[in-house]
């Protein structure tokens, strides 16, 4: 039967995608309901911009002067972005590491099942918790804004949730290399996280400098919901340079993986 790989991780998946959802809507609410004060308080921008570039973009300060200003800078840049992203990287880092340390990759491979098979379905699974939390997510807000009588763009913000899945998945797929490249599941967890968050605080920190082009090499250079919720600008070419970096580590993880001995 074609997929079962993929079934039985997906449902392994929907309790955190469901969990997930709940605890990124509950933030979003209260990112809903301090924006007004937040819009409100004209000095709070003023410090922000008195920041250097590289803090204001490492903790999503660039507009603090309008609801979509705050929701994009302080909960879609830091929270879904690098948050989110740095979970899914963390679930794919124990995707095949966890078990092939828990000696089960072994009666994986022993039944009629190729090696690229169990690997790119259990990548596929992530798909459960990324459309989750974008479907979750985006009404809860949308609502959220009615109630506090401060409307979000709609189209926007499904647009920053559309855009954000090749981002998330390239979270994903660097989580899925670490997988391969260790055999102990902690050792790729923490390699998974620590890359993550490397690739976060490089591309804050060359802001504005003379090597700014490192930036780059982060996923986070892609992906820019300050321009989506504030600026109402689609970077469609963002996202299918973060389809094709996706695609690459997934192709590079199936080699090694290929290539690994196990048992």
């Keep these: 039967m074609s997929f079962e790989i993929l079934r039985y991780e997906a449902r392994h ?3 955190g995608a469901l969990g997930v959802s709940a605890a990124f809507s509950l933030l979003g609410l209260v990112f809903l309901a301090l924006a007004p004060q937040i819009v409100a308080g004209s000095e709070v921008q003023g410090l922000a911009d008195a920041l250097p570039p590289q ?9 603090l002067t309008s609801v ?3 929701l994009a800078g302080e909960y879609y840049t830091l929270f879904w972005g690098l948050f989110f992203g740095i979970y899914l990287a963390y679930s794919a880092a124990e995707s095949v590491a966890g078990d092939v340390d828990a000696h089960r990759m072994e009666t994986l491979l022993a039944t009629p099942v190729s090696r690229s098979r169990v690997l790119v379905e259990k990548f596929l699974s992530l798909l459960v918790p990324v459309l989750v939390a974008s479907v979750v997510v985006p009404v809860v807000l949308v609502a ?6 401060e409307p979000v763009a709609v189209a926007d913000l499904a647009a920053l949730h ?3 899945i090749p981002y998330l998945l390239c979270c994903g797929a660097i989580g899925l290399g670490c997988s391969v490249a260790f055999d102990r599941v902690e050792t790729a967890r923490n390699a998974a996280v620590g890359t993550l968050f490397g690739l976060y605080l490089l591309e804050s ?13 982060a996923p986070m250079a892609y992906f820019d919901p300050n321009a989506i919720l504030v600026g109402g600008t689609y970077d469609l070419a963002g ?7 996706t695609a690459a580590l997934v192709l590079a993880s199936r080699v090694r993986f290929e290539r690994m001995d196990i048992g």
């Design 144 to 149: 959220g804004s009615w109630l506090v009588e």
């Design 13 to 15: 998946r929907v309790r």
């Design 162 to 164: 559309l855009l954000s």
């Design 205 to 217: 920190l060359v802001v504005g400098s003379d090597v700014s082009w490192l930036g780059t090499l």
């Design 239 to 245: 996202a299918l340079v973060l389809l094709g970096i």
């Design 55 to 63: 803090f204001r973009a490492a903790f999503g300060l660039e507009s």
């Design 68 to 70: 979509e200003g705050v």
